[in-house]
């Protein structure tokens, strides 16, 4: 069984940084899927954040790419991401995940909750 | 960038009946990259429907796609009382992914 399990620090201030980590299990991460992160602010949609390919390829949202840095680790079946500087407008349910292009993001982690306030 | 549309936000329909689901892409897509997620409330999406038609392991047959171009739908048979939540449409174009606003199903 796949089981994806995210983990990081749940409140923040502003302009420090949002560190996030993934580690998937039942799957290895080595494998030709794509495993990225996805958020979503209090009440509204999912917002695509970027991902990492079993190339160690990254591919980020436009609007956030200046921020955004996301990375594998192999040996510990792990990837993690990183964004900086945070503000208010960065609270939300953030989403590990990790799929393919034409099947679709099968597996999905629980979602962590992360809160940038003064 | 590609943005997707989805319409209505909100469906109020009641058990058993049909719902239809609309993605509109701002301009044409390959409809192998077009995929449908279920949201119940305080869960991580599920994946419903991938390659705009193809339903994902475990999926009822209930649940079905279709589309093709800048147009997509997804359509809901004989509504259940699990089906009411909200649905999300997302694509994959030029390395990139994007979704959809979201459609809320709510109980009529």
């Known amino acids: 069984q796949v089981q994806l399990h995210g983990s990081g620090p749940g409140l923040l201030k502003p302009s420090e940084t949002l560190s996030l980590t993934c580690t998937v299990s039942g799957f290895s991460i080595r494998l030709d899927y794509y495993w990225g992160w996805i958020r979503q602010p209090p009440g509204k949609g999912l917002e695509w954040i970027g991902s990492v390919d079993h190339t160690g390829s990254t591919y980020n949202n436009p609007s956030l790419k200046s921020r955004v840095a996301i990375s594998v680790d192999t040996s510990r079946n792990q990837f993690s991401l990183n964004l900086s500087p945070v503000t208010a407008a960065d609270t939300a349910v953030y989403y590990c995940?990790?799929?393919?292009?034409?099947?679709?993001?099968?597996?999905w982690g629980q979602g962590t909750l992360v809160t940038v306030s003064s | 960038e590609i943005v997707l549309t989805q319409s209505p936000g909100t469906l109020s329909l009641s058990p058993g009946e049909r719902a239809t689901l609309s993605c509109r892409a701002s301009?044409?897509?390959?409809?192998?990259?077009l995929a449908w997620y279920q949201q119940r409330p305080g869960l991580a999406p599920r994946l419903l429907i991938y390659g705009t038609s193809n339903r994902a392991t475990g999926i009822p047959d209930r649940f079905s796609g279709s589309g093709s171009g800048t147009d997509f739908t997804l359509t809901i048979n004989r509504l259940e009382p699990e089906d009411f939540a909200v649905y999300h449409c997302?694509?994959?174009?030029?390395?990139?992914?994007?979704f959809g606003q979201g459609t809320k199903l709510e109980i009529k």
């Open positions: 997302q694509l994959y174009d030029d390395s990139a992914y994007t």
């Open positions: 995940a990790g799929g393919k292009s034409v099947s679709g993001t099968v597996y």
């Open positions: 301009q044409s897509v390959s409809s192998r990259y």
